[in-house]
């Protein structure tokens, strides 16, 4: 694996002093050899830590250091990296709309670039600022779509997520007993990859756990939840449907949310 790849296998097993150590030893490397590409990854990777540990501004200021280098890069996805933690500053702070503004513009980069399993990735974040904006109906959508290419995909390392975003529709849609039992189904499939949760879906699913206790008392919440920790996520979706290989999600961004910048 090259450095971008080992530094993010790190970080999604939850080794923080890890990712530390190899990004700021990146980053005294790249100032001795000049290269900005993977400056940029050791930043962006910096600024995870940040955003793992909670500090939203070091987060934010990390991001933007990154996002000045990329910007000086011929190569112009190195952007999308840096953005995608600016969203997620914004998500956990509640500023939905302005991280709908930039995850729209994590997929286009996306798009652009023929990378699918990244966009389905930010349209799960996607629908989680339309669900907390309160369009339940078009976060649905785009939840059941991205879990359906998910699987027939087989981007298992996406799975968890999908379980997480039926947990919040769940109490969204007032059903806490389908809620406790995909928080088990997600606890179980990050348990099976070794990996930790992204920090606003960690956010999301400390609040999933919160609404749902309360709403079904501490016995019946595990109860619930060590049922669905038993089941495989794909037993519990109706994941039979094809995709054509030019399938995509048919959902557009107004103009007016997303830069003109590319």
């Known amino acids: 694996m090259n450095y971008a790849e080992r530094v993010d296998a790190a970080y999604r097993r939850g080794e923080i002093d890890v990712v530390v150590r190899m990004s700021q030893a990146e980053i005294e490397r790249t100032q001795q050899e000049s290269d900005p590409t993977r400056r940029v990854i050791a930043l962006f990777s910096l600024a995870r830590v940040a955003l793992r540990d909670g500090d939203l501004q070091g987060a934010a200021d990390r991001a933007e250091e990154a996002l000045a ?91 968890p997520y999908v379980c997480v975003a039926d947990a919040a529709l769940a109490c969204a849609e007032g059903d806490y007993l389908r809620a406790a039992r995909m928080v088990g189904a997600a606890d179980s499939a990050f348990a099976a990859l070794g990996h930790v949760p992204d920090p606003d879906d960690m956010v999301d699913l400390a609040a999933i756990r919160a609404t749902a206790v309360a709403a079904l008392g501490l016995p019946d919440f595990n109860a619930h939840r060590a049922q669905g920790h038993l089941l495989h996520p794909r037993t519990m979706f109706d994941v039979g449907r094809r995709f054509d290989d030019d399938r995509h999600v048919d959902f557009h961004p107004p103009e007016a949310q997303v830069s003109s910048r590319r």
């Open 69 to 159: 280098v990329a910007r000086q890069c011929a190569d112009r996805s190195l952007e999308e990296r840096p953005r995608l933690v600016l969203a997620a500053v914004a998500r956990m702070t509640g500023d939905l709309a302005r991280a709908r503004t930039l995850f729209w513009e994590c997929i286009a980069y996306n798009q652009g670039r023929g990378r699918p399993k990244l966009v389905y990735a930010q349209y799960h974040n996607l629908a989680f600022c339309e669900l907390g904006l309160g369009d339940v109906d078009l976060a649905r959508s785009l939840f059941a779509e991205n879990r359906l290419r998910v699987f027939q995909q087989g981007w298992d390392d996406l799975v």
